[in-house]
């Protein structure tokens, strides 16, 4: 087996799709010449000014001008079957005019194409588009063929984008079958609990303690937290927040510090050291006010209460939420068990004291009957059966895709702490691996092969030259999990030619499982630091775990995020300081990690923790790489919009086959014109080849003749008219997102019976 694990062959996007059109469904021709829209008079004081997010997607229906000035209007595809995230088939309404004629034609296509997704940008691309069913009631086949012709020459060469919630919102999620990873653990870890101020210091095995240049304290290099040694008195010293906490053991009693020791006014002057110095001499703090200070060596969460359990009922059911924390933590009834959410598990308890026990696969139904609605519906991406928890599968088994050009990309220097590079046997392997660098690197035989941000390079030495490669040995692909290396196993070569090769990294390489027909955050396993000695300081690897960064999914980003202040004062997660080989020095301040984001500088990315620097909490692997060099899947989803800065839409400007161009609001001719909108274009295509339109009371129409459809086909239009407007909610709702620059770790999926709520940090009335 070699290292080109098979997959689906790679989709290569076009960069640009056709031009939206936010006319309403009435015929072409009759657009041109639509009153404008009168406004009811403003109230007095009131601002006239009205601003319309544009969809992300540029929204629907898409109106084009054909290379014989017809107009062809494609309404919003209705997707039947989206297999393995790569083909697609859908249906579509179609309307015709021809050049010089008054009438339109309408009809229906089949579509298949392939697709490529964008997840950060919430869209799918179809491309290499076949039109391979029409159906237009009374038309000439000439006019038919003139019609699908059209379609062939329009929509494939500028592809169509949609907007990825809208397919999600009609795919049949008992068709989105989970690939289970039977190697992730399921056992609980240390979990504290408090109704109290409380902070939990989570240091990665057995505190290392690294000496300060001059000065007769030691700081702990393998926590999150600023915790020092005093040498002379053996006292530890925690910062909390502006004030400090001192203990002669670490587990306590932490009290008040009160004057520190003259060590720490000596300092080094360093950017490392600024927080530290900001704190100094420290704010008072009465006993009243010292925290409860939970010290863990393995990776513990914290259930952190504002007080006593506040119960809140969950729907109509015997479901209770405990709202005032910020963990995810519910009850059935007031004495029944306690469930606790983390890192994409359940565990559950006969109390919050604990013990705890793994409780995903045996959670009630009623965490099933939460509605949409709920201030943490979110958690339904981690219940198995649900139809969020199938999307967030779904989103998690798209692969990310870059052609890599194997001349070009360059190598990451690769240093090893202490100089020499040592190696430690991958168990049930004959491999090694470099256990004192930050680098993945793996021995096979007298050859080295290094995976670095989703590309792997090939060496005769440890230390280099490296190459790209575009093949190598299959037994990396049997590195187990209890392997910290097993997450390059989820990198393969799909396509090596000469100069360049087509790489795949699964979402399981930046620490994304899928279990239990859900998807968790790492495999659960703990891996202990490197550790070296040899120079003034410690040298310390750690590896990042799936515990100890109060780590939650959020479903708009279908990714993890980090964790919560009670967990340390440097990005709020972190498994310690970050050790230079060449300057033997650490760099404290950049080293906080958590998943999908760090305090670290952008030199510091890592495809494990995600984008640095960004609020957005999913990041692509190949995001770092270079453009020239590493040429991404979903590139198209950053260059394929244009703003129209004199409405303010985003709008598709692309020019069609044979001359034809797409129509957009502020085009003159058949479609153009400035018209209303009339919501989400009630059009729609029939299984039976017809074309409906939605009436007011709920009904269906043929446009063609005013007839009713059969019972099985209303089913269908019940259904994909239900999926339309939920998709498009949710649309809009991501639209405004990240139109107003709000967090996005604050989702509540969308639901098209839910109500609205302002989220906290804007989002323009999305729903939390």
């Known amino acids: 087996m070699g290292m080109k694990r098979q997959t689906s062959r790679t989709l290569v996007a076009l960069l640009t799709a056709g031009s939206v059109c936010l006319s309403p469904i009435a015929p072409l021709l009759e657009a041109q010449t639509a009153a404008p829209t009168t406004k009811p008079a403003a109230k007095a004081g009131a601002s006239t000014a009205t601003t319309q997010t544009p969809d992300v997607d540029g929204g629907w229906p898409r109106d084009y001008v054909t290379a014989n000035g017809g107009a062809l209007r494609i309404f919003q595809p209705q997707i039947a079957s989206w297999d393995g995230q790569r083909k697609i088939l859908a249906y579509a309404a179609i309307s015709f005019i021809p050049k010089g004629a008054s009438k339109q034609t309408m009809g229906t296509v089949k579509l298949e194409g392939d697709t490529s997704v964008a997840v950060d940008e919430r869209l799918v691309n179809f491309t290499d ?15 038919v063929k003139e019609i699908v012709g059209e379609i062939v020459k329009l929509v494939p060469q500028n592809a169509l984008v949609m907007g990825l919630d809208r397919v999600l919102a009609r795919l049949d999620k008992s068709t989105i079958i989970p690939k289970n990873n039977t190697d992730v653990k399921a056992e609980p870890p240390p979990i504290f609990y408090s109704t109290t101020p409380a902070v939990l210091v989570n240091i990665d095995s057995d505190p290392i303690w690294s000496p300060i240049m001059g000065n007769d304290l030691k700081f702990a290099v393998n926590t999150n937290w600023d915790l020092f040694q005093h040498s002379q008195t053996n006292a530890y010293f925690l910062r909390y927040n502006e004030s400090w906490l001192t203990a002669s053991d670490l587990n306590g009693p932490w009290k008040p510090a009160g004057k520190l020791p003259d060590s720490f006014k000596n ?18 703090l009465k006993d009243s006010a010292v925290p409860k200070v939970f010290v863990s060596t393995k990776p513990a969460e914290l259930i952190l209460l504002t007080g006593a359990p506040s119960y809140v009922t969950v729907g109509n059911t015997q479901l209770l939420w405990v709202n005032n924390t910020e963990s995810d933590v519910f009850r059935l009834g007031r004495t029944g068990p306690v469930y ?52 967030a599968v779904l989103l998690a088994q798209i692969p990310q895709i870059a052609t890599v050009n194997k001349k070009q990309i360059k190598a990451p220097e690769v240093a090893y702490d202490g100089g ?8 049930k392997t004959n491999l090694q691996r470099a256990a004192n660098t930050d680098k993945d690197i793996i021995k096979v035989g007298d050859l080295y092969y290094m995976c670095f941000q989703g590309v792997w390079f090939m060496g005769k030495s440890p230390t280099g030259p490296w190459e790209a490669t575009g093949s190598g040995p299959g037994e990396i692909y049997t590195i187990p999990a209890s392997s910290p290396s097993h997450n390059v196993t989820y990198v393969t070569v799909q396509e090596d030619h000469d100069d360049t090769a087509v790489y795949v990294a699964a979402a399981a390489y930046t620490g994304m499982m899928i279990a239990w027909g859900c998807v968790v955050w790492g495999g659960g396993y703990y891996y202990p630091p490197y550790v070296g000695y040899g120079g003034f300081y410690p040298m310390y690897r750690p590896y990042y775990p799936s515990y100890g960064y109060h780590a939650s999914y959020n479903p708009w980003t279908g990714a993890y995020s980090r964790g919560v202040s009670a967990y340390g004062p440097y990005g709020g997660a972190g498994v310690g300081a970050s050790y230079n080989p060449r300057t033997g020095t650490y760099a404290r301040g950049a080293a906080a990690y958590g998943p999908y984001g760090s305090r670290a500088a952008a030199s510091a990315y890592n495809p494990r923790t995600g984008a640095v620097g960004t609020t957005r909490q999913g990041s692509n692997v190949y995001g770092s790489w270079g453009s020239t060099a590493v040429a991404r899947g979903d590139q198209w989803a950053q260059t394929s919009r244009v703003t129209n800065n004199r409405t303010g839409n985003t709008t598709r400007v692309t020019q069609g086959s044979g001359g034809g161009t797409a129509v957009s609001r502020n085009t003159p001719g058949p479609g153009g014109g400035t018209v209303a909108r009339t919501g989400n274009g009630d059009v729609y295509a029939g299984r039976d080849g017809n074309v409906y339109q939605k009436e007011a009371g709920g009904g269906w129409s043929e446009m063609n003749g005013g007839n009713r459809p ?22 809009k709702d991501y639209s405004s997102s990240t139109r107003s620059g709000g967090s996005s770790s604050s989702y509540k999926p969308s639901s098209s019976g839910g109500g609205r709520t302002a989220s906290r940090g804007g989002g323009g009335g999305r729903r939390r």
């Open 340 to 391: 606790f959410l983390i890192s994409g598990r359940w565990f559950s308890a006969s109390d919050f004291t604990g013990p705890w026990t793994f409780a995903t696969l045996s959670l009630p139904p009623e965490f099933k009957q939460m509605p949409l609605s709920h201030d943490r519906s979110r958690i339904l991406a981690s219940v198995p059966g649900t139809d969020q928890a199938a999307e």
């Open 710 to 731: 059969d019972t099985s086909t209303a089913g269908q239009l019940n259904r994909d008219s239900a999926a339309r407007a939920e998709g498009a909610q949710r649309t």
């Open 420 to 427: 020499k590079p040592e190696f430690q046997q991958i168990e």
């Open 267 to 284: 300092l080094p002057e360093d950017a490392n050291w600024k927080e530290v110095k900001e704190s100094l001499p420290g704010k008072s």
């Open 129 to 143: 588009l076949k039109v391979t069913e029409s159906n237009f009631p009374n038309v000439p086949n000439d006019l």
